[in-house]
């Protein structure tokens, strides 16, 4: 059964304070790895997809990279409206086009 | 470029009463098209998806039904609400691509059952 999990589920960072979410991964022959911004009560906003071991997205403060086992979204000196919940997605195994979504990580940047 | 729709953006409806929520897309044809269900502090539920106009495939058995008439429009339904149908409604589009690839979900609809 695909598996896709996020930790930790929740983080708070005070402004400036970089770190790192985690998205780790069991599926057989991953097909891409899709990251997710959503923001409280909006739909989820789509940030990257990752296909391959070593590849790496960037867009302003975040870069997301990709291993055999797990994912990372690294943010770079956050500011307050970086606060989102951010999911991570693999395409379920089922071949029909389907994600499956982790639970998502809750990030609190305070100023 | 491509737009999702989704309306009404909230709803309180009584246990018991029937269910429409409608999601439109523009600027793409033929996309897979999904319905998601997202309870409070829960992971995104994927109910229904559709790859073409008629064809729908229903992910978690229940009292909701999705219909696609038009290759754009995607309809999530009920005949009688349940207290557990309470929730954040998601839809969302992809392009047809084999193995999967990147949704884009529309602005939601926040259902509460009372």
């Known amino acids: 059964e695909d598996q896709v999990t996020q930790s930790p589920e929740a983080l708070r960072l005070q402004e400036g304070e970089s770190s790192s979410l985690n998205c780790s991964y069991t599926?057989?022959?991953?097909?891409?790895l899709f990251w997710y911004r959503q923001d409280p009560g909006k739909g989820p906003e789509f940030l990257f997809t990752?296909?391959?071991a070593g590849e790496e997205k960037e867009k302003e403060r975040l870069k997301a990279t990709l291993t055999k086992k797990e994912s990372f979204l690294h943010i770079t000196a956050p500011k307050p409206e970086d606060s989102a919940t951010y999911l991570c997605?693999?395409?379920?195994?089922?071949?029909?086009?389907?994600?499956?979504f982790g639970k998502g990580t809750m990030l609190l940047v305070s100023p | 470029s491509q737009t999702i729709h989704q309306w009404p953006a909230t709803l309180v409806q009584p246990v018991g009463s029937p269910l429409s929520l409608e999601c439109t897309v523009e600027?793409?044809?033929?996309?897979?098209l999904y319905w998601y269900r997202q309870a409070a502090g829960r992971g995104l539920q994927l109910l229904f998806y559709?790859?073409?106009?008629?064809?729908i495939s229903s992910e978690v058995p229940q009292n909701l039904s999705a219909s696609r008439p038009q290759d754009r429009q995607f309809i999530l339904s009920s005949k009688k609400l349940l207290l557990s149908d309470s929730g954040f409604y998601l839809c969302?589009?992809?392009?047809?691509?084999?193995?999967?690839?990147?949704?884009?979900f529309g602005p939601g609809t926040r259902l509460t059952v009372l």
């Open positions: 969302a589009w992809g392009a047809v691509l084999a193995g999967g690839g990147e949704q884009f």
């Open positions: 600027g793409t044809s033929n996309p897979n």
């Open positions: 990752l296909y391959s």
């Open positions: 997605a693999v395409p379920s195994n089922s071949g029909y086009s389907t994600l499956t």
């Open positions: 599926v057989s022959g991953l097909r891409g």
């Open positions: 559709s790859v073409g106009i008629g064809q």
